[in-house]
């Protein structure tokens, strides 16, 4: 299992940037697929995008060309760089983890709040 820190989220105006980062601890940290999920206050959570082992990545659409998700194998960290951020992009952001091969996250973090204002 690994466990989750998120940290970097905050205020921000439209139109700016902040980067989420999201430590992992565990000896296994190669061998998950690890995710950013968003949920706004009375919205369901929400896909942001994830990144596997060798790179590989996929993203929501609303997010595509705007957010940039990586990972540091070395530091067990994956980041979340958020660009040109809108108001409705305002949730709680939190990293999850899944094992390759299963299909569900099954480790997540506490979450960091990001708030946009307009």
């Known amino acids: 299992q690994v466990q989750l820190v998120e940290s970097g989220g905050g205020l921000v105006q439209a139109g700016g940037s902040l980067r989420l980062s999201c430590a992992a601890s565990g000896r296994t940290f190669s061998s998950y697929r690890l995710g950013w999920f968003r949920q706004a206050p009375g919205k369901d959570r929400e896909f942001v995008a994830s990144i596997n082992w060798s790179g590989n990545k996929v993203y929501a659409d609303s997010v595509k060309g705007r957010f940039t998700i990586s990972r ?37 973090g506490q979450g960091t709040q990001v708030t946009v204002s307009s």
């Open 72 to 108: 540091d194998n070395v530091k067990n960290t994956v980041y979340l760089q958020m660009n040109s951020l809108k108001p409705e992009d305002t949730a709680v952001y939190s990293c999850a983890a899944r094992q390759v091969g299963v299909p569900e996250y099954s480790q997540w």
